[in-house]
């Protein structure tokens, strides 16, 4: 059994006009062949709230300045054990739905990590993601995104 790195994680699903949703490709350095596609994201701050936590993510990762009010409560839950870099993670991470017209992502905000393992961004659909074999997180990310976008909400921005 692994020794883990217990952190708390905020997400965003960044979703268009179009109901795609924002997805990162990049890799683990310790596994450079182990690619997948992910949500804008990461590791709060001690004592940051999930919501501030997701709103800094997503201003770093995109350039999306939110403010943590305006993303409301969590959408989905989740807890999850991976590996990053020769560590394991147990992390408890909360996904939060924002939704804009469309976006620019700009990733100057990205730290050191982000750059040099994220290597690309695409904007998904549910189909693209039930119908492709190329690996993404959370594998149940097709059909919360679907029944996300049944539910109108104002974009953001």
Known sequence: MPDFILRRAARVLLVDEAGRVLLFNGF????????YWFTPGGGLEPAESAAAGAARELAEET???????????????????????????????????????SWQ?????????????????????????????ERFYPNELPVLLRQLTAVPREPAC
């Open 63 to 101: 350039g999306l300045l939110l403010p943590p009010a305006e993303l409301g409560d969590p959408v989905w839950h989740e807890e999850i054990e991976f590996p990053f870099d020769g560590q394991w993670y147990r992390q408890e991470q909360d996904f939060f739905l924002a939704r804009v017209p």
């Open 105 to 133: 992502i700009d990733t100057s905000g990205f730290d050191e990590v982000e750059r040099h393992t994220i290597e690309s961004h695409r904007w998904w659909s549910a189909d693209e993601l039930e119908s492709t074999a």
């Open 28 to 35: 683990d350095p310790a596994r450079p062949d182990h690619r």
